[in-house]
């Protein structure tokens, strides 16, 4: 973005990592009564000036509990709603992910061969080559593809829309950051052909794939990819606002797309995690796939990414597999430990003000080591 916002972007350029990468979470080992430390971490984001926040924690044995801080509307003052909708922001690289690692065990697509193989000539120019970025560079963030969202006016952009090719064209405009598979950087361009790739294969539209795929059989009844055109947030909702309380509660998500598109609910983000990390989406085959990880380089010890995926390590030891998403408006964490808890915590800005950040990201490492 440009004008009202200016040097940021309509998806956070890095997401869960970026959100972690400042945070120094107190280990929270000696925490007997979780709600009341949960509480106490998203307090400290409303002092921050997010206007509101949710957590919504899942046990191993499946009950769920929330906690909630702050207005989900700062005219009427009403409290954040339970079980708000939002925007889901990056947190769509996991669902995509998921389809394309489905599509592998279906034998329609490989992932370590050239995404030119399936795409013909779509990624080429300015020195990218799609001959030489496999599909796992494409989900792992090691194309090197610059990133779209550089460029992104979110006053040209938030009414308007786009098509998937239209914000591939923004991102093929500049040579690439790096040769393919050189290192690690995130890239919503990556996932727009990932999007692509997934209609390609299958025929049918990428939000079609993740209900059929994913949402249906898990009974996320919350969650789906809006189409172009579809401003709005179903109720109930939190307004969604940017610093200044400026009000982006409704914005054209495919700007986003398959990189960040979706619509969900905490309880539903952590039933999908869930599923996801105990091995109920995937093949064992793929599952591991998915978690062959590559240091991510930003800052935080032992935090890696897998494909569409993150595993990020806890103050309290282990870690969670994750992801994080910012859409302007809202702010979101989610993710799950293996047979254990799933985490959301979700805030109604975008971006976030200083420190805000780190102490979102402290919310949630509250959440899963809270006992």
């Known amino acids: 973005m440009r004008k009202t916002l200016p040097g940021k972007k309509i998806i956070a350029v890095g997401s869960l990592i970026a959100l972690l990468a400042t945070t120094t979470a107190a280990p929270a080992l000696a925490v007997t009564r979780p709600h009341d430390e949960v509480d106490k971490a998203l307090k400290t984001l409303v002092q921050d000036g997010v206007p509101g926040a949710q957590a919504t924690v899942t046990s191993a044995s499946s009950r769920t509990w929330s906690e909630r801080e702050g207005v989900g509307n700062i005219e009427t003052r009403t409290p954040f709603p339970h079980g708000s909708k939002f925007r889901a922001a990056s947190v769509t690289k996991t669902f995509v992910a998921v389809v394309v690692l489905q599509l592998v065990a279906e034998g329609k697509v490989r992932l370590d061969t050239p995404i030119d193989r399936y795409l013909p000539g779509l990624v080429r120019g300015n020195g990218n080559d799609g001959t030489k970025i496999t599909v796992r560079q494409l989900l792992q963030h090691t194309s090197g593809l610059y990133n779209y969202v550089r460029d992104l006016d979110i006053d040209e952009w938030r009414h308007r829309g786009a098509e998937p090719g239209e914000l591939l064209a923004v991102g093929l405009a500049h040579p690439p950051d790096f040769a393919p598979g050189a290192k690690w950087a995130y890239s919503n361009t990556n996932y727009v052909?990932?999007?692509?790739?997934?209609?390609?294969?299958?025929?049918?539209?990428?939000?079609?794939?993740?209900?059929?795929?994913?949402?249906?059989?898990?009974?996320?009844?919350?969650?789906?990819?809006?189409?172009?055109?579809?401003?709005?947030?179903?109720?109930?909702?939190?307004?969604?606002?940017?610093?200044?309380?400026?009000?982006?509660?409704?914005?054209?998500?495919?700007?986003?797309?398959?990189?960040?598109?979706?619509?969900?609910?905490?309880?539903?983000?952590?039933?999908?995690?869930?599923?996801?990390?105990?091995?109920?989406?995937?093949?064992?085959?793929?599952?591991?796939?998915?978690?062959?990880?590559?240091?991510?380089?930003?800052?935080?010890?032992?935090?890696?990414?897998?494909?569409?995926?993150?595993?990020?390590?806890?103050?309290?030891?282990?870690?969670?597999?994750?992801?994080?998403?910012?859409?302007?408006?809202?702010?979101?964490?989610?993710?799950?430990?293996?047979?254990?808890?799933?985490?959301?915590?979700?805030?109604?800005?975008?971006?976030?003000?200083?420190?805000?950040?780190?102490?979102?990201?402290?919310?949630v490492d509250t959440a899963f080591c809270a006992r």
Request: with cysteine; aromatic share 6%.
């Open 193 to 363: 052909i990932a999007g692509m790739l997934i209609e390609k294969l299958t025929g049918r539209s990428v939000a079609t794939e993740i209900r059929n795929r994913i949402a249906r059989p898990l009974g996320l009844r919350d969650t789906y990819l809006p189409l172009r055109g579809d401003e709005s947030l179903p109720l109930p909702h939190a307004r969604g606002y940017a610093p200044g309380l400026v009000d982006y509660t409704e914005l054209d998500p495919s700007a986003a797309g398959a990189s960040g598109g979706l619509i969900s609910t905490g309880e539903d983000l952590n039933r999908f995690y869930g599923a996801l990390v105990d091995g109920r989406l995937l093949r064992k085959a793929q599952q591991a796939e998915m978690q062959r990880t590559v240091p991510a380089g930003l800052g935080i010890p032992g935090a890696e990414y897998g494909l569409g995926i993150a595993s990020v390590p806890l103050s309290c030891g282990g870690r969670f597999w994750g992801h994080g998403g910012n859409l302007v408006g809202f702010s979101n964490i989610s993710g799950a430990v293996p047979y254990g808890k799933r985490v959301n915590v979700v805030a109604n800005m975008d971006p976030l003000p200083d420190g805000a950040s780190a102490h979102l990201a402290t919310a």
